[in-house]
T-cell receptor, first 115, second 112 residues
Framework: DAGITQSPRHKVTETGTPVTLRCHQTENHRYMYWYRQDPGHGLRLIHYSYGVKDTDKGEVSDGYSVSRSKTEDFLLTLESATSSQTSVYFCAISESRGTMNTEAFFGQGTRLTVV | QKEVEQNSGPLSVPEGAIASLNCTYSDRVSQSFFWYRQYSGKSPELIMS????GDKEDGRFTAQLNKASQYVSLLIRDSQPSDSATYLC????????????FGTGTLLAVQP
């Protein structure tokens, strides 16, 4: 199994509070992704990173920010949590070899509930 | 138009039949294509990757890619009840950023 650890695995938080989710990898992969998964919507890309300090927005980035200060860690912050951000959050990592892109491996997910 | 589209299903097939899952994508510069399987409450796991036009077979699974039609499919032969899951199509776009977009997934139910 790819070395990806998400923390926390479960969290309940109150509306309006900031929340940070952590993704830690031991594979030294260049690319890291944050997705949210909701019924009927599949996996939606929030933000992704293509190197240390290199990040970009995905499909549903409003209300979220990210940081990647070192290769192994990719942090997702909900600046002021809302009930619409209740979801399961997945981190994924991938690498590329020359012109070939390798598959993405997923963490175990974080179930976040905003009350 | 969504970047990656799949029929949400459910797709119901009898045990032993062939299940056919389809996916279309909107960006012609897409380079890499993947099929993931996700059981309820679990993380997605990779089944197949395909990079060039044509068919790629791995055991009971065959991925088919047609870049001209912007179409990717997954065939599962001899379907088993253990294949019942959601199947996610993913497309990686070119360039330095390696943006990876998923479809909404197709729920497959294999009936014993």
């Amino acid at each position: 199994d790819a070395g990806i650890t998400q923390s926390p695995r479960h969290k309940v938080t109150e509306t309006g509070t900031p929340v940070t989710l952590r993704c830690h990898q031991t594979e030294n992969h260049r690319y890291m992704y944050w997705y949210r998964q909701d019924p009927g919507h599949g996996l939606r890309l929030i933000h992704y990173s293509y190197g240390v300090k290199d990040t970009d927005k995905g499909e549903v980035s409003d209300g979220y920010s990210v940081s990647r200060s070192k290769t192994e860690d990719f942090l997702l912050t909900l600046e002021s949590a809302t009930s619409s951000q209740t979801s399961v959050y997945f981190c994924a990592i991938s690498e590329s070899r020359g012109t070939m892109n390798t598959e993405a491996f997923f963490g175990q997910g974080t179930r976040l509930t905003v009350v | 138009q969504k970047e990656v589209e799949q029929n949400s299903g459910p797709l119901s097939v009898p045990e032993g039949a062939i299940a056919s899952l389809n996916c279309t994508y909107s960006d012609r510069v897409s380079q890499s294509f993947f099929w993931y399987r996700q059981y309820s409450g679990k993380s997605p796991e990779l089944i197949m990757s395909i990079y060039s036009n044509g068919d790629k077979e791995d055991g009971r699974f065959t991925a088919q890619l047609n870049k001209a039609s912007q179409y990717v499919s997954l065939l599962i032969r001899d379907s088993q009840p253990s294949d019942s899951a959601t199947y996610l199509c993913a497309v990686r776009y070119g360039g330095a950023t390696n943006k990876l977009i998923f479809g909404t997934g197709t729920l497959l139910a294999v009936q014993p």
